[in-house]
């Protein structure tokens, strides 16, 4: 289970998705490994775009990582052409900054190499667990929620 | 297991004849399961870079792998094939249901869902899964000039068709659609390798034509493309846009 993975998910139980209690999903009793992921800057600056940055660093400081920016790094995604614009910004890399590397580097630690073996993600509305066994959640809902 | 009761009549139904036959089939069955469809390899390969999306059933995540450029969250019912999917780097598999998905509404840039909906055994289950997936992705917003445009989340949805008279199974239109489809398990089970085998069997609602579809336009998407490929009925859709706002 991955710290990217986390910033996509939610309370299954339907009436919570409304509530804004129910995202993110809160961790207990994590138990975190680190897994070895080729580092792929394309990628990693793809994605950030989709990432829910205030949910993510609620994430992070429950899990006790303190590497999180404040603000979203600044990135334009590769994929996207400038083609419209008729001034062509001059470009000197298309590797990001060496100030940006040491950020990126992190990131991709926190958000890709970073697993929970086991633990609880507990919904902030319905107060229900989800377990994370063996680095897999289960959503499986008692009866009684469904 | 607490957690894994079942509770309707329809939950039970599908819990023995479903879920528990694919958590006993899982290695063999994955074993068979290796080659991308089509379709569904050309509508990933598709997807702009960076974009993030749900694989919902995703068997032993054989579609993990097709596009390395997005991020896929998949999902499975059966532990023992999540087990399996989350082999697959750098996504990640959980296990859920997929008529309570514990994802966000409409976040997802795409979802896919292949070979799945067809083994809920009442129509409005099988209405009830398309609109969960639908209720993922992010909305299209309507436009002035053309209605609405196709700018929201997209999903693709594969079902098993009642019309395929020239496969091994032989059915076709007129056939009863809500059969029992043998899986025959083979095993490995001594030291000389002989093998011994033990059939399970698995339900499926087979799919007439237009039914897709249908149940699509039930759970409020629209249907931007659909066809029929080797045995099974497909269909590309997002969430109806509303007129005056976004959905």
Known sequence: MKILTVNFLTCAVKACKSSPLSFPLHFQDAELEQSDIEYNAAFLRNILPRVDWEALKITANELGFTTVPIEKPDLTPTSTATDKNPVRLPINTSEPQAT??????????????TEVREGKMVCGNCGHEYKIKEGIANFLLPSHLV | MTSNEPQSESDLYEDAHV??????????????????????????????????????????????????????????????????????????????????????????????????????STPGRRIQAVTAILDSLRPSTKSESSGYRQDGGKALIYVW??????????????????????????????????????TFHRYYHLYCQGELEHNITAAGGLVLESGYEKDNWWAIAIRKPQWGHRV
Not at chain 2, 68 to 76: G, L, Q
Not at chain 2, 166 to 184: F, I, L
Request: glycine share 4%; hydrophobic share 35%.
């Open chain 1, 100 to 113: 940006d590397e040491k950020t990126m580097r992190d990131l991709h630690t926190l958000l890709l190499e």
């Open chain 2, 161 to 198: 068709a009642l019309e395929q008279k020239h496969s091994r199974r032989g059915w076709d239109e007129g056939d009863e659609q809500d059969v029992m489809v043998p899986w025959v398990l083979k095993q490995n089970t001594n030291a000389k390798c002989t093998e011994e085998s033990k």
């Open chain 2, 19 to 120: 879920h528990q036959v694919y958590e006993q089939i899982a290695s063999h069955f994955s074993s068979t399961r290796y080659k991308p469809w089509p379709i569904v390899e050309r509508f990933l390969e598709a997807l702009p870079d960076g974009s993030v999306g749900l694989d919902v059933g995703c068997g032993n995540g054989k579609y993990l792998t097709v596009n390395p450029n997005v991020f896929i969250v998949a999902c499975d019912r059966s532990t023992n094939l999540v087990n399996i999917a989350s082999q697959h780097r750098p996504h990640t598999s959980i296990v859920a249901d997929n008529l309570n998905l514990p994802h966000p509404s409409s976040t997802f840039d795409f979802a896919i869902s292949i070979a799945v909906i067809h083994h809920l």
